[in-house]
């Protein structure tokens, strides 16, 4: 049985992290291990393979919720990453860290060393801005993030210009002094290339020799010597293997895996374990509880004006882009789905945003829910206009459906479960038609295709996102941090309550869903977990 100091179930963003950092002092041996496959594929790389890698198993876990009964009983599709990279292999890229308030709440519910002031720190160093360093950005760190304004569609300026005339502040930074305000979106790219957290730390770790990374490698059961976990077993290629760990395992399989894989192990509730014929190892209420995602509402247009529609839609333009994009790495392959956006207060009284926005100069009305194929749009000009509230109330679960560890969990997002979430997606779905409204984007408006004009009282307009809204694939909260055993799973060291040699690091460990996309806050925790870890070792 292979043995190692570390061993780390999860190749995403945090765990290619620790992968790195964990090895680079040369001390210490490490395991990877990653469920999927290698990351060289040509849909991963290039940014507008989004729209193929969303429904693709070779790289997806494709899960389904359980159906929805506040979205009319419909279940939600989840895309997550199982692949080198995990999820940020197949995100929109959108770099976003979120708001400073949020690591103050962290902090407030119990969590020293997380608040803004602990945390951005870990945020410049995992960074290479390439507008360079500042008090808040980093210069030179693994991950790459790239201003794309120059091949941005003209029509991105016209909605940031729509958005002042809403009394919005122009914001060239939303990862800067302020979030507030309405721009264009940074994206974890460089040269035209997708920068995973594959790319970024996990292949300038390959070559140590103190780094194995076991792909195809499924981990079934965390192995216990009483209460301290001492290793992993996994399935790989047909075959049930074990490795065990001299220091700690370290699970970073992310919001829905890291719970499973507690629970198949006999961690996690008890009645639950019981029920499902699991036997419990020990009793920890909050494995899988806390889960909280973000839903959001697009608003499809018309356009009276060219978008990337028709640079995009017939194969003439398919072929001109894509020879332009493998020449030059320019254009709209290069870009993300999403352009332009912003962070707004949707009324008065508000202390910070409470909206994110997002613009695309692109339409797909015949797409399944959720789905944005930039590759496949409209044959008609149109565009979007989407927003989703930042910081929803409402908390859900997941849990195992058998003691079967491939066997995958039931989710139950709970969406817009209080009135507040209800109140916050009003106010999303108002501000998206108010910016297609504002004399910048009017003009360009031919008609409204979804969900109509006519859909205009708070009924109509409740009714429309029950069967139309959608997650934004920003599942956390489900290995929650915080002091508590009976609420939540691991102290604010990542290590799992009343166990030893075992913690957490990936988004499940969020105390609450941040102001924006995650991936960016999972990538910190992966190299604040990484500190942490190698503090304890000396």
């Given at each position: 049985?292979?043995?190692?100091?570390?061993?780390?179930?999860?190749?995403?963003?945090?765990?290619?992290?620790?992968?790195?950092?964990?090895?680079?002092?040369?001390?210490?041996?490490?395991?990877?291990?990653?469920?999927?496959?290698?990351?060289?594929?040509?849909?991963?790389?290039?940014?507008?393979?989004?729209?193929?890698?969303?429904?693709?198993?070779?790289?997806?876990?494709?899960?389904?919720?359980?159906?929805?009964?506040?979205?009319?009983?419909?279940?939600?599709?989840?895309?997550?990453?199982?692949v080198l990279g995990g999820s940020s292999a197949i995100n929109a890229m959108v770099y976003i860290r979120g708001q400073p308030e949020d690591f103050e709440d962290w902090k407030e519910m119990g969590n020293p060393g997380w608040g803004w002031d602990d945390v951005l720190p870990y945020f410049k160093k995992s960074?290479?801005?390439?507008?360079?360093?500042?008090?808040?950005?980093?210069?030179?760190?693994?991950?790459?993030?790239?201003?794309?304004?120059?091949?941005?569609?003209?029509?991105?300026?016209?909605?940031?210009?729509?958005?002042?005339?809403?009394?919005?502040?122009?914001?060239?930074?939303?990862?800067?002094?302020?979030?507030?305000?309405?721009?264009?979106?940074?994206?974890?790219?460089?040269?035209?290339?997708?920068?995973?957290?594959?790319?970024?730390?996990?292949?300038?770790?390959?070559?140590?020799?103190?780094?194995?990374?076991?792909?195809?490698?499924?981990?079934?059961?965390?192995?216990?010597?009483?209460?301290?976990?001492?290793?992993?077993?996994?399935?790989?290629?047909?075959?049930?293997?074990?490795?065990?760990?001299?220091?700690?395992?370290?699970?970073?399989?992310?919001?829905?895996?890291?719970?499973?894989?507690?629970?198949?192990?006999?961690?996690?509730?008890?009645?639950?374990?019981?029920?499902?014929?699991?036997?419990?190892?020990?009793?920890?209420?909050?494995?899988?509880?806390?889960?909280?995602?973000?839903?959001?509402?697009?608003?499809?247009?018309?356009?009276?004006?060219?978008?990337?529609?028709?640079?995009?839609?017939?194969?003439?333009?398919?072929?001109?882009?894509?020879?332009?994009?493998?020449?030059?790495?320019?254009?709209?392959?290069?870009?993300?789905?999403?352009?332009?956006?912003?962070?707004?207060?949707?009324?008065?009284?508000?202390?910070?945003?409470?909206?994110?926005?997002?613009?695309?100069?692109?339409?797909?009305?015949?797409?399944?829910?959720?789905?944005?194929?930039?590759?496949?749009?409209?044959?008609?000009?149109?565009?979007?206009?989407?927003?989703?509230?930042?910081?929803?109330?409402?908390?859900?679960?997941?849990?195992?459906?058998?003691?079967?560890?491939?066997?995958?969990?039931?989710?139950?997002?709970?969406?817009?479960?209080?009135?507040?979430?209800?109140?916050?997606?009003?106010?999303?779905?108002?501000?998206?038609?108010?910016?297609?409204?504002?004399?910048?984007?009017?003009?360009?408006?031919?008609?409204?295709?979804?969900?109509?004009?006519?859909?205009?009282?708070?009924?109509?307009?409740?009714?429309?996102?029950?069967?139309?809204?959608?997650?934004?694939?920003?599942?956390?909260?489900?290995?929650?941090?915080?002091?508590?055993?009976?609420?939540?799973?691991?102290?604010?060291?990542?290590?799992?309550?009343?166990?030893?040699?075992?913690?957490?690091?990936?988004?499940?460990?969020?105390?609450?869903?941040?102001?924006?996309?995650?991936?960016?806050?999972?990538?910190?925790?992966?190299?604040?977990?990484?500190?942490?870890?190698?503090?304890?070792?000396?």
């Amino acid at each position: 049985m292979a043995e190692y100091d570390y061993i780390i179930v999860g190749a995403g963003s945090a765990g290619c992290v620790l992968a790195n950092r964990l090895t680079e002092n040369g001390k210490h041996s490490v395991l990877l291990l990653e469920a999927g496959g290698s990351d060289m594929n040509f849909w991963i790389w290039m940014p507008i393979g989004y729209g193929k890698t969303f429904y693709r198993p070779s790289v997806n876990w494709m899960y389904q919720t359980e159906p929805v009964e506040s979205l009319n009983g419909r279940p939600s599709y989840w895309p997550r990453g199982k692949v080198l990279g995990g999820s940020s292999a197949i995100n929109a890229m959108v770099y976003i860290r979120g708001q400073p308030e949020d690591f103050e709440d962290w902090k407030e519910m119990g969590n020293p060393g997380w608040g803004w002031d602990d945390v951005l720190p870990y945020f410049k160093k995992s960074e290479t801005n390439d507008r360079g360093g500042d008090d808040f950005r980093g210069g030179d760190g693994p991950l790459h993030v790239t201003t794309l304004d120059r091949d941005l569609h003209p029509l991105c300026q016209d909605f940031v210009k729509a958005g002042e005339e809403l009394q919005y502040t122009r914001n060239a930074d939303f990862n800067g002094p302020a979030q507030e305000g309405v721009g264009t979106y940074q994206n974890t790219v460089k040269g035209g290339m997708r920068m995973s957290a594959a790319r970024a730390y996990l292949r300038p770790a390959r070559r140590r020799a103190n780094l194995s990374v076991e792909k195809h490698a499924h981990a079934t059961r965390i192995l216990f010597q009483g209460t301290r976990a001492i290793g992993i077993e996994y399935r790989q290629n047909g075959q049930l293997k074990q490795a065990t760990a001299r220091r700690e395992v370290i699970l970073s399989a992310g919001a829905v895996n890291s719970p499973q894989l507690l629970q198949v192990s006999g961690v996690g509730p008890g009645g639950l374990l019981r029920d499902k014929g699991v036997e419990v190892l020990h009793d920890l209420p909050g494995v899988g509880r806390n889960l909280q995602d973000h839903l959001g509402i697009d608003y499809l247009y018309r356009s009276r004006v060219p978008t990337l529609n028709q640079q995009l839609y017939p194969w003439y333009g398919k072929l001109w882009h894509g020879m332009r994009y493998v020449l030059t790495r320019r254009g709209p392959l290069s870009l993300g789905v999403n352009q332009a956006g912003g962070f707004v207060r949707s009324r008065p009284g508000l202390s910070r945003p409470n909206i994110q926005l997002f613009f695309s100069p692109v339409s797909y009305t015949k797409a399944p829910p959720g789905k944005r194929p930039l590759m496949n749009p409209d044959p008609f000009p149109g565009f979007l206009v989407g927003a989703q509230p930042t910081r929803p109330t409402s908390r859900g679960h997941l849990q195992i459906r058998s003691p079967d560890p491939m066997d995958p969990v039931e989710i139950h997002p709970n969406y817009l479960a209080t009135e507040f979430d209800v109140q916050d997606m009003l106010d999303a779905a108002r501000l998206s038609r108010q910016i297609a409204l504002a004399p910048a984007m009017a003009k360009m408006v031919e008609t409204e295709l979804l969900p109509g004009s006519h859909v205009t009282s708070d009924e109509d307009m409740i009714a429309d996102f029950r069967a139309r809204a959608t997650t934004v694939f920003h599942p956390v909260s489900t290995c929650r941090m915080g002091p508590d055993p009976a609420t939540d799973v691991v102290d604010a060291n990542l290590n799992v309550h009343g166990l030893q040699g075992l913690r957490v690091a990936d988004a499940s460990i969020f105390p609450t869903l941040t102001s924006g996309n995650t991936n960016a806050p999972a990538i910190m925790v992966g190299e604040k977990a990484a500190d942490l870890i190698l503090a304890d070792t000396r």
